[in-house]
């Protein structure tokens, strides 16, 4: 499952941010990009909600500030992306 996860987490983050597979790393966090601004954070995170089926409480909204830590904050939902 942890595989399959994680393909629609990243696809996710390219999808939303127009971002390359390579693009995603440690390094990715809110407003380092264009595109991860307040209104793409909240389509990401709608994405996300949507394609996994769950509902971020506000503080994991707010606190999701990057690939890594979304990665943490997903694994809090019963989903593993590895």
Do not use: P, R
Not at 26 to 35: F, H, P, R
Not at 36 to 57: C, L, P, R, Y
Request: aromatic letters at 12%; one cysteine or more; charged letters at 30%.
């Amino acid at each position: 499952m942890s595989n399959e996860s994680k393909s629609k987490y990243d696809k996710i983050f390219c999808d939303i941010f127009e971002l390359n597979q390579s693009d995603l790393n440690e390094k990715l966090e809110y407003n380092t990009i264009e595109t991860w601004d307040s209104i793409g954070h909240m389509a990401m995170v709608a994405e996300i909600e949507d394609t996994f089926d769950i509902t971020f409480d506000t503080d994991d909204i707010v606190n999701f500030s990057s690939y890594n830590i979304g990665k943490e904050i997903m694994g809090k939902y019963g989903i593993a992306i590895e």
